[in-house]
């Protein structure tokens, strides 16, 4: 057909499936096996829907200000955006829109180089190491932007302050996004380098940490001049992106940090024993920080294992790409969801030793 020659093709993202059955084991999308915090569940119990007649607020103002006190920056520095998969498509958009590629890990996100096709924006990757560590010097080359999650996504591999700040230094002249949506489990965030720093966008969300990934809260805390320039591009696309509940839900989670704490802490102990189990059962992993283990098997195909658990109604992650074919990215649940999948996998494995 004609009409196609003028159409903006590109092929799509594919997110985790979200099966809905009721005694399935849900690992597959990183999400928080724990509510949000109380103050969020009386909220929305109380929400007035009268105000719904009202659009929101464009500036998220309560939300921006309850993250601007927690993490000690102006009001200014923070941008907030409907998940954070909206903050880093709207970033893509608006800082990298230069000639030269933009340059990212080839085993990260999968949603990066979709926005860069999507948005015509030329990218390289750079091979991770043999233990999926990133090699700061490769990000010494030429390039219109660096984007990189920390800890990386799928292999749940932190990388030190000093090689962020490494990359950050080398690429004064374009910005370099890091996109923290699994600090929380045991990293560290790179807020502490932005008072030196005007070209760092740190991107985090509500999703994984704070148990919200169905209301779609993310954010972005940088420079003011920076985020000015955030702003203009997002006002210019759709002034009301973030709903009158998300805004308000928000708040409540950003108020209980005791709760935030907490839950946090746990996942970290549950991945920490987890890894421990997986070891026994003939798993290897790189070491991760996230809320998630990248885990192959010394013996069985990682496809194999991945349609065992889907038939048992555990749900993991599994992609049949490059260097990543034999892993499985599980998603760290409760204690008790935990030992249902150790359980399952300690018969799986003997029986198909
Ligand atoms: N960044 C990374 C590395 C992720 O894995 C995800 C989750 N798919 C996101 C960003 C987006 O999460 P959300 O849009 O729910 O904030």
């Excluded at 098997?297 to 658990?309: D, M």
Aim: proline share 6%.
């Amino acid at each position: 057909m004609k009409w196609e020659e003028n159409i903006r093709r590109v092929v799509p993202y594919v997110a985790g499936e979200q099966p809905n059955k009721p005694n399935m084991i849900k690992l597959n999308t990183n999400e928080c096996p724990y509510p949000p915090a109380p103050g969020v569940a009386k909220l929305a119990s109380e929400m007035d829907s009268n105000a719904l007649r009202l659009y929101p607020d464009p500036n998220t103002t309560p939300l921006v200000k309850a993250l601007a006190e927690y993490y000690h920056v102006r009001q200014e520095q923070v941008f907030v955006g409907v998940g954070s998969d909206d903050v880093l498509s709207m970033a893509f958009l608006t800082f990298f829109n230069s000639d030269k590629p933009i340059l990212f890990p080839d085993v990260t996100y999968s949603f990066y180089d979709v926005w860069a096709d999507l948005y015509r924006i030329p990218y390289k990757t750079c091979a991770l190491d043999e233990n999926w560590h990133i090699r700061p010097e490769d990000y010494g080359q030429p390039n219109g932007g660096v984007i990189f999650p920390n800890p990386n996504a799928p292999t749940g591999v932190f990388e030190s302050l000093k090689t962020v700040e490494e990359i950050v230094r080398e690429n004064r002249d374009v910005v370099v996004i890091v996109d923290e949506a699994y600090v929380d489990f045991g990293g560290e965030s790179a807020l502490s380098l932005l008072d030196k720093y005007d070209n760092l966008l740190i991107v985090q969300t509500f999703s994984k940490s704070r148990s919200m990934a169905g209301l779609r809260i993310g954010f972005c805390i940088g420079n003011e001049k920076l985020l000015g320039y955030l702003n203009d591009v997002k006002f210019s696309i759709n002034s009301y992106t973030m709903n009158l509940p998300a805004q308000l839900l928000g708040v409540e989670a950003v108020r209980d940090d005791s709760y935030f704490k907490s839950v946090t802490a746990k996942i970290a102990a549950t991945r920490e024993r987890v890894k421990g189990e997986l070891k026994e059962l003939g798993f290897s992993f790189p070491d991760s920080k996230a809320n998630f283990i990248f885990a192959s098997h010394g013996t069985i195909p990682a496809e194999q294992i991945f349609l065992a658990l889907r038939e048992a109604d555990i749900y993991v992650r599994y992609w049949n790409k490059p260097r990543i074919s034999n892993c499985l990215r599980i998603t760290v649940g409760t204690d008790g969801q935990m030992d249902k999948l150790i359980g399952f996998l300690s018969e799986y494995v003997v029986k198909h030793h």
